[in-house]
Structure formats: structure tokens, C-alpha cells
């Protein structure tokens, strides 16, 4: 008889839970891309109104968007990082979600 600590089943649950436990603890960046449409004082308003961020780091990331074409917003787990994007595009702005490096 063969335990279960040995089975090739439990060494398949184990591996999908790390995998589960990597891809969750991975960060995520939100990125904002620049747009002919939008102000760049309303994409500093969204950032404060949204993240929270003080009018200095808004206005710092907006002028990021504007010169560089893209600015990295907010990082963290997938989840929560899919919301921002999703949020930013509620709001008109163009966004997208990378792993962070």
C-alpha cells in the first residue's frame, strides 16, 4: 500500500498550490498611457481622487504620462491591479496591467 504522502496526486496538489502562491504573491503594475483626449489636469484630479495621492505625486505621474508617453500608477497583487485598470478606464483613461520586473 502506498501512503499518501508519497502519491504522485498529493505531489500535484502540492505543486499547484505554489504555483497558486507564486502568481499571487507576483506584483503587478498599472500603467496610464498618454491620449490626445484627456486634460492633463483632469488625469492629475483622477489620481488624486482615485489613488489618493497628493497633489505633488499626481501631478509628477501626470507630467510622467505626458512626457514619457506612460507612467507606472500603482503595483500590487493581480486582483487588485485589475481593478485600478479597470477603474482607469471607467474613468477615460488608458490603462493596462504588466508584471513588475
Known amino acids: ?15 499547484l498550490d505554489l504555483h497558486r502562491s507564486v502568481l499571487h504573491s507576483r506584483p503587478y503594475q498599472v500603467v496610464v498611457w498618454n491620449d490626445p483626449v484627456n486634460l492633463m489636469s483632469y488625469v492629475a484630479w483622477v489620481f488624486r481622487s482615485y489613488f489618493g495621492y497628493s497633489r505633488e505625486k499626481a501631478h509628477r505621474l501626470m507630467l510622467q504620462v505626458h512626457r514619457e508617453g506612460r507612467s507606472v500608477v500603482a503595483a500590487g497583487p493581480r486582483e487588485k491591479a485589475e481593478r485600478d485598470v479597470t477603474a482607469m478606464h471607467g474613468y477615460g483613461l488608458q490603462a493596462t496591467l504588466e508584471e513588475a520586473e
Not at 500500500?1 to 505543486?15: E, K, N, P, R, Y
Open 1 to 15: 500500500m502506498i501512503s499518501a504522502a508519497g502519491s504522485t496526486l498529493t505531489q500535484a496538489g502540492t505543486d
